[in-house]
């Protein structure tokens, strides 16, 4: 978790954006502004709702992908994305049931 606080993290995840936005998506101002907030969004709920209520904050996760596969319909890439959060959000939820610790 000490690794998703540190400046190197935020600075990849937002060269990876700006990347995928001009190279990946038809609008790249679209893309970029809706990758940004989907990032803050994420980034919220796993620094602030997770380490309190660690399945919660999985399902959180989970039902975010789940709008993120609704955007999916237009952008094949972006399906990658939302896998990329339901993954993530059915492991959290599921080793939180499990007890399981990071």
């Given at each position: ?22 190279f ?70 599921f ?8």
């Open positions: 978790m000490t690794f998703l606080r540190s400046s190197l993290f935020r600075g990849g995840v937002l060269a990876a954006i700006i990347l995928t936005s001009v990946v998506a038809e609008s790249t101002f679209f893309a970029g502004f809706g990758l940004l907030v989907l990032f803050g969004i994420w980034y919220a709920i796993y620094l602030i709702l997770v380490p309190r209520l660690r399945g919660t904050g999985g399902i959180v996760i989970v039902l975010l992908s789940m709008f993120v596969m609704i955007a999916a319909i237009d952008a094949i890439w972006v399906a990658g994305i939302s896998l990329l959060l339901f993954l993530q959000g059915n492991w959290l939820a080793s939180s049931a499990a007890r399981l610790d990071e």
